[in-house]
């Protein structure tokens, strides 16, 4: 099912380059023109450097050489890749919560207009979120067994990996470092192995940084700060009041007479007040607009406010439960740990959070039993049904509401998907593409110059 909503109407939905594709196509043409192995230079990998990582490129010229040039072969290795992403996360989801949990969450995946958005372009971004998946898979499967180093070693593996992914997946890393720190004090027992996960990963990935960076010496702290540049989009590293003038929507804050200094640290205080209120505003579904038109807007809709009661249920037990499961702790450090640092940066869209959305909807999954498994002990204890129809009820009650929920959030997501979004970043590619003539016999094919 995932894959086939993946695959539908692949290059007329929309027939244009989209979402940041036309980044995409315009830096692969330089490989496809003269291949070399410069893609595999590290850059900032942000979305419009999909172009440029191997994990965008690569695919795209194995199917323009088996399948010829096109929108649709454009974005055909993306959606099945991202594809992948489907029973990846539910062996996580399961491990984590169980099988009920992990199908419902994954159903809610699938239906997700963000994951339709985002698996159907052609950027890094939805391959990401599988080097995502299978990074976490590879982090619980040690967790879980602390004595199976090969998982430990692994994810090192992974780590170097994900070097070419979409930027916000980095900060799988430092979550990583910091999750096998807590398990020192929770799992008092494996301390010690925990203490050597938490170094080995620490050390690792600078090391590698370093090479791949050609730096001279050894300076673990330059690497990474280069590492985590994020194309300067972080408020520690924006400097000048045009950048903020940009990202910041209340121009109010600059008619302030102030002296310099105050501005100055009062431009990223209202920055940060602003990404913290478009954060909320996403994770409680408030006066969004659907994700195909607004997907880099402050107000492009997460998920479905339907599911925003399940998810309050959801973290609440899961702060309960953290303290005794280790699982809880997990899930709650990689959905805050997605989240909140992106309140740090240029601004909050949902491309960015695209890294919390599988973990926000297993913690809505997991609220929404709790609820049903509520709403069938009252059922119990208020003998409002017959006992011996009650015993037998559970099951089909959790199958029967969960079905429920996903065809409403389906048709929520058809509604939201289901519209037309107009032409207009491919249009601005035009003038590059006809004043460089390598493109000349390739532009027609995606923007019709």
């Not at 070693?153 to 992974?158: D, G, N, R, V």
């Not at 994020?230 to 003038?245: L, P, T, V």
């Not at 204890?381 to 429920?404: A, D």
């Amino acid at each position: 099912m995932g894959t086939l909503l993946l695959l539908l109407h692949l290059g007329s939905h929309p027939p244009f380059p989209y979402n940041w594709e036309p980044y995409t196509i315009l830096y692969f043409l330089d490989f496809w023109h003269s291949p070399t192995l410069n893609i595999f230079h590290l850059t900032d990998s942000v979305m419009t450097d999909s172009g440029k990582s191997p994990i965008g490129v690569l695919p795209i010229w194995l199917f323009f050489k088996i399948y010829g040039l096109g929108l649709t072969q454009l974005r055909l290795p993306f959606a099945l890749l991202t594809s992948m992403v489907i029973p990846a996360f539910w062996l996580i989801a399961r491990r984590l919560s169980g099988t009920m949990v992990a199908s419902l969450a994954t159903s809610l995946l699938i239906f997700s207009p963000v994951f339709l958005l985002y698996g159907r372009t052609a950027t890094i971004v939805g391959i990401s979120l599988l080097l995502l998946v299978i990074s976490v898979y590879l982090l619980i499967r040690f967790i879980q067994n602390p004595s199976s180093w090969h998982y430990l070693i692994a994810l090192q593996l992974m780590f170097l990996v994900n070097t070419y992914g979409y930027a916000p997946l980095r900060l799988l890393w430092p979550l990583c470092i910091f999750i096998f720190i807590v398990e020192i004090f929770f799992q008092r027992g494996k301390r010690y192995i925990f203490l050597f996960a938490a170094i080995l990963t620490i050390l690792v990935l600078p090391f590698f940084l370093n090479l791949f960076y050609s730096t001279s010496g050894f300076s673990p702290i330059s690497t990474v700060s280069r590492y985590y540049n994020g194309a300067g989009e972080q408020i520690f590293i924006i400097n000048n009041q045009n950048s903020y003038h940009y990202f910041l929507r209340n121009k109010t804050v600059f008619q302030n007479t102030a002296p310099s200094k105050s501005k100055n640290f009062l431009l990223p205080l209202s920055l940060i007040s602003q990404n913290t209120k478009d954060y909320i505003r996403k994770l409680f579904d408030q006066n969004t607009k659907p994700v195909l038109t607004n997907y880099w807007q402050f107000d492009g809709r997460l998920y479905s406010h339907i599911l925003v009661p399940f998810f309050l249920i959801g973290i609440f037990f899961a702060f309960i439960k953290a303290r005794k499961q280790l699982e809880y702790r997990i899930l709650l450090v990689l959905f805050f740990g997605f989240g909140i640092p992106l309140i740090l940066t240029s601004h909050v869209d949902v491309g960015r959070l695209i890294f919390t959305l599988p973990f926000l909807l297993l913690i809505t999954a997991n609220g929404f039993i709790q609820f049903l498994n509520f709403v069938y002990y009252w059922l119990i204890k208020s003998k409002f049904l017959p006992h011996y129809f009650v015993s037998n009820f559970r099951t089909p009650l959790i199958l029967g509401c969960s079905l429920i929920v996903v065809i409403i959030v389906a048709i929520s997501t058809w509604q939201d998907y289901h519209v037309s979004p107009v032409l207009s970043k491919g249009q601005s590619f035009c003038t590059i593409l006809n004043n460089t003539p390598i493109y000349t016999t390739l532009r027609s094919y995606y923007f019709g110059c």
